[in-house]
């Protein structure tokens, strides 16, 4: 029973985190149209997803391979999407996202994927839960486009903005450089591994 419902695609938490895909086209039609109130409730409705396809998977213990890569790739390609597009300071106004946090934020996702990928090719690993310091470096993610949406929306430029980004560098910095001590213990960990083998 238990592989069946892991290899299961039709589940209310897979449809959940697909229609987070499907929302971050629309979002960026509408930052290019220049309609920050659609991309804003567009935006409420993609991360509350974020919220619901966990809880159900949970709640309804309806986990399964198919949500576990479909859960991130909606993250990563909405954080991408959102970052890029509010980085833009001729499509947005008053309040942008700096480039070096959208370099910073994405960078770090492509070194996660990449070391992830490095872990399952050479190590083997299948499972990469999340720390402390990644879910916290994600809310912080999530909350600078919800926030500069905001203060887009109402027409206020506030240095304010400035602490934020600030904030979600640090937190972006720590979980990657997290993400790499877990790495190397992973690899300390299998070659102590390969040496007991070969004494044995």
């Known amino acids: 029973m238990k592989n069946k419902?892991?290899?299961?695609?039709?589940t209310a938490p897979n449809i959940i985190s697909f229609f987070r895909l499907v929302l971050s086209?629309?979002?960026l039609y509408f930052i290019l149209a220049g309609k920050t109130r659609e991309a804003f409730l567009?935006?409420?409705i993609a991360i509350s997803t974020d919220f619901?396809?966990?809880a159900v998977a949970r709640i309804f213990n309806q986990k399964s391979n198919l949500g576990a890569l479909l859960d991130p790739i909606g993250d990563k390609i909405l954080m991408t999407v959102s970052y890029v597009a509010l980085s833009i300071p001729s499509l947005n106004t008053p309040n942008v996202i700096p480039l070096w946090l959208t370099l910073a934020v994405i960078g770090r996702d492509i070194y996660i994927v990449l070391g992830a990928l490095a872990a399952f090719k050479t190590l083997g690993r299948k499972n990469f839960p999340p720390t402390f310091s990644g879910k916290t470096s994600t809310v912080f993610q999530m909350a600078v486009p919800l926030v500069v949406l905001f203060f887009n929306?109402?027409?206020l430029e506030t240095a304010y903005l400035y602490l934020l980004f600030v904030l979600t560098l640090v937190t972006t910095l720590i979980s990657g450089i997290h993400y790499t001590y877990i790495g190397i213990k992973w690899i300390h960990?299998?070659?102590?591994?390969?040496?007991?083998?070969?004494l044995e």
């Open 52 to 54: 619901f396809d966990g």
């Open 42 to 44: 567009i935006f409420i």
């Open 25 to 27: 086209p629309f979002f």
């Open 153 to 155: 929306l109402i027409q």
């Open 189 to 198: 960990q299998s070659k102590s591994r390969a040496q007991n083998t070969s």
């Open 5 to 10: 419902k892991e290899h299961a695609i039709i």
